[in-house]
């Protein structure tokens, strides 16, 4: 993507995307270029209200006369910290796990 497919890729970004989580509306500073290739960009969009983060792909088919972007939403989560807890969960769950991982996501019957 050149800078004027960026350009364009955001302000459409603004116009069609809202927070997942709050509905609030993105603001150009709210958007963040990840990575570009010729045709694609990796977007970030950060709520500047509920601070929720969104990955957005944009794609950009070339045509006769226009150029036209697509947004394909790929991801959302939402920032939380992680708490001493979270840290010893993760601890004691690594000191007794085997390394199976066949048998950690099988349901047992």
């Known amino acids: 993507m050149n800078f004027k497919e960026i350009k364009n890729a955001v302000k459409h970004?603004?116009?069609t995307c809202t927070c997942s989580g709050c509905k609030n509306k993105y603001l150009q500073k709210?958007?963040?270029v990840v990575a570009t290739t010729s045709s694609e960009g990796l977007f970030e969009l950060v709520c500047n209200k509920c601070h929720s983060s969104t990955i957005v792909t944009v794609l950009v088919t070339r045509e006769e006369q226009n150029q036209q972007a697509?947004?394909?939403?790929?991801?959302?989560?939402?920032?939380?910290?992680?708490?001493?807890?979270?840290?010893?969960?993760?601890?004691?769950?690594?000191?007794?796990f085997d390394g199976n991982f066949i048998k950690l996501f099988t349901k047992e019957k």
């Open 13 to 15: 970004l603004q116009e």
């Open 30 to 32: 709210d958007i963040k």
């Open 70 to 96: 697509q947004v394909t939403e790929t991801r959302t989560r939402t920032h939380r910290k992680i708490s001493t807890d979270d840290v010893l969960d993760i601890k004691n769950f690594l000191t007794d």
